[in-house]
């Protein structure tokens, strides 16, 4: 079985410019998750969809943020424009669908904002 | 205010040894508590779990104790690999409900050495 995928692994751009952040869960997991992991520290949750629609994106900072899950499967997340501050590892996770089941990982986009 | 502390950033241990990671939380809400290893450049990757209905969960040389009372969780590692060196993060949820988010510690660093 596939694990979750992310693309790109790696990224760099100037400040102020738009960057996109694409994931591909497992197959069969309906729920999906993107989290911001900040250097020495534990991975925060920016979103979560189940299936297509966003059940939680409180802690998603919408003045910059977005995130689409047209068809309930992949998922794209948009910064623009990009600050230094957004600097960090964005991970993409999945589950099936409910609360409480283990979610697995994809290895994690590391953006630098220059 | 952090939910889920691990107030140990790094543990060194000998090949052979046992390890314990510990992780504390505040929130007696949380019924659900997972572990997942993270090695560089790698999304983390699902250790172990257990639910609040349980005090130990085992799977090979991975044992998780859970002291409700305590508001406590940890993590043994018997014995110790050099392969086991990576950062642990501790994380907790609450199971139904519109919460499923999972609260994730700052993570140890585990060093084991041969």
């Known amino acids: 079985e596939a694990g979750v995928v992310q693309s790109p692994r790696y990224k760099i751009i100037e400040k102020k410019q738009p960057v996109a952040f694409w994931c591909n869960p497992i197959?069969?997991?309906?729920?999906l998750y993107w989290y911001l992991q900040n250097l020495g520290q534990g991975p925060e949750l920016l979103i979560r969809?189940?299936?297509?629609?966003?059940?939680?994106d409180s802690q998603l900072p919408k003045d910059r943020f977005s995130a689409e899950r047209l068809k309930g499967v992949d998922s794209t997340l948009k910064i623009q424009p990009a600050e230094l501050g957004d600097s960090a590892v964005y991970l993409c996770?999945?589950?099936?669908?409910?609360?409480?089941?283990?979610?697995?990982f994809g290895p994690g986009t590391r953006l630098l904002v220059l | 205010d952090q939910q889920v502390k691990q107030n140990s950033p790094s543990l060194s241990v000998q090949e052979g040894r046992i390890s314990i990671l510990n992780c504390d939380y505040t929130?007696?809400?949380?019924?659900?508590f997972l572990w997942y290893k993270k090695y560089p450049a790698e999304g983390p990757t699902f250790l172990i779990s257990?639910?609040?209905?349980?005090d130990k969960n085992e799977d090979g040389r991975f044992t998780v104790f859970l002291n409700k009372s305590a508001k406590h969780l940890s993590l043994h590692i018997v014995p110790s690999q050099p392969g086991d060196s990576a950062v642990y993060f501790c994380?907790?949820?609450?199971?139904?409900?519109?919460?499923?988010?999972?609260?994730f510690g700052k993570g140890t660093k585990l060093s084991v050495k041969p």
């Open positions: 197959s069969g997991h309906n729920t």
């Open positions: 994380a907790a949820t609450i199971v139904g409900g519109s919460q499923g988010n999972l609260i």
């Open positions: 996770a999945s589950s099936r669908l409910g609360v409480g089941e283990t979610q697995y």
């Open positions: 969809y189940e299936n297509e629609e966003a059940v939680d």
């Open positions: 257990i639910s609040s209905i349980k």
């Open positions: 929130n007696s809400m949380f019924d659900y």
